[in-house]
């Protein structure tokens, strides 16, 4: 399969989520990086897999993406730390439904320092969130 066949799933893949309202369809998720089911999508580097230098390389230069898989969905955010040298640690945020005309509580959880985001991490992260939000 070549890369824009593997594009092109990708897309139907997140229109068909979208759809179902398994995931959020904010403005804010077309332009932020997608990561869904173990593919990075970017309009910028375009889609490869976690865990390759590719996306080790990627994540020194970028400070966030949107992560969904089956087992939940979160916002991934890049953040800065002074703790001796200054460091920069990824948190994942996720939203709960709130009230009518109240927005819900949002859940924050550690993702770990960049050479942690494995495909393992970042599942396991997610299956919290939506759990959390569901309590």
């Known amino acids: 399969?070549?890369?824009?066949?593997?594009?092109?799933?990708l897309a139907a893949l997140l229109r068909q989520r979208v759809a179902m309202g398994n995931i959020m369809s904010r403005d804010e998720t077309r332009t932020t990086p997608n990561v869904i089911s173990?593919?990075?999508?970017?309009?910028?580097?375009?889609?490869?897999?976690?865990e390759t230098p590719q996306w080790w390389e990627w994540l020194k230069w970028h400070d966030t993406f949107y992560y969904s898989d089956v087992s939940g969905t979160f916002i991934a955010r890049r953040e800065r730390r002074r703790i001796g040298v200054d460091r920069h640690y990824w948190y994942a945020l996720r939203q709960a439904a709130g009230e009518p005309g109240r927005p819900g509580k949002i859940h924050r959880c550690y993702l770990g320092k960049p050479e942690e985001l494995t495909l393992a991490r970042l599942t396991d992260r997610a299956r919290w969130l939506a759990e959390k939000i569901s309590i």
């Not at 399969?1 to 799933?9: A, H, I, L, N, R």
């Not at 593919?39 to 889609?47: I, P, Q, R």
């Open 1 to 9: 399969m070549d890369s824009q066949e593997w594009s092109d799933q």
């Open 38 to 50: 173990g593919v990075l999508s970017t309009d910028d580097a375009g889609s490869f897999r976690l």
